[in-house]
Antibody, heavy 121, light 110 residues
Framework: EVQLVESGGGLVQPGRSLRLSCAAS????????MHWVRQAPGKGLEWVSG????????LYADSVKGRFTISRDNAKNSLYLQMNSLRAEDMALYYCAKDWARYTSGLQDYWGQGTLVTVSS | QSVLTQPPSVSAAPGQKVTISCSGRSSNIGTNYVSWYRQLPRTAPKLLIYDNNKRPSGIPDRFSGSKSDTSATLGITGLQTGDEADYYCATWDSSLSAVVFGGGTKLTVL
């Protein structure tokens, strides 16, 4: 059974940093691209970033480019999102999602339950 | 403002059929496959339809998908109260090099 478990969310002040983690199990992690998708309170889904199976291809939404860094450790079956210079508009539930392919595509076939990031002074 | 356009809400009676539209452009729906996700209240999104019209294992055939030019449609027949949820379309945008989602459609089963 595919499982994606996010962690690392919490309350952070504007301008500060936070690192999210996603622990994957139930599938061969190294064979798939991964994504971070967020959902602000009461809002829709917004893609944040995606990373290919080997980390060789990384993409970001314009809204986070230059502030967020996605990475993965295939030996630990883990995905990460380093979030710097956080803003109020970054406050959301952050989902880790598995792609169906080795390179980022428009299809995420499994999602975690999310970790909540609150940005407030 | 989402890249893909969906109606904010739709409603229908139990047992009836409903369709949810998703409109895009040539760089996204026009050239790439469309996926649909269902998000029940306070839960993570779940894949409902992929590659425009395919259903993952375990998804009943009450759910169907179609695509024409730069638009896609999700159809749900035999509506049940348990179908009340938010539905999202998604695809790859070749110009943006990004995953794009619709704004979501809230389905109410009256």
């Amino acid at each position: 059974e595919v499982q994606l478990v996010e962690s690392g969310g919490g309350l952070v002040q504007p301008g500060r940093s936070l690192r999210l983690s996603c622990a994957a199990s139930g599938f061969t992690f190294v064979d798939y691209a991964m994504h971070w998708v967020r959902q602000a309170p009461g809002k829709g889904l917004e893609w944040v970033s995606g990373i290919s199976w080997n980390g060789g291809s990384i993409l970001y939404a314009d809204s986070v480019k230059g502030r967020f860094t996605i990475s993965r450790d295939n030996a630990k079956n883990s995905l990460y999102l380093q979030m710097n210079s956080l803003r109020a508009e970054d406050m959301a539930l952050y989902y880790c999602a598995k792609d169906w392919a080795r390179y980022t595509s428009g299809l995420q076939d499994y999602w975690g339950q999310g970790t909540l990031v609150t940005v407030s002074s | 403002q989402s890249v893909l356009t969906q109606p904010p809400s739709v409603s229908a009676a139990p047992g009836q059929k409903v369709t949810i539209s998703c409109s895009g452009r040539s760089s996204n729906i026009g050239t790439n496959y469309v996926s649909w996700y269902r998000q029940l209240p306070r839960t993570a999104p779940k894949l409902l339809i992929y590659d425009n019209n395919k259903r993952p294992s375990g998804i009943p055939d009450r759910f169907s998908g179609s695509k024409s030019d730069t638009s896609a449609t999700l159809g749900i027949t035999g509506l049940q109260t348990g179908d009340e949820a938010d539905y999202y379309c998604a695809t790859w945008d070749s110009s943006l090099s990004a995953v794009v989602f619709g704004g979501g459609t809230k389905l109410t089963v009256l």
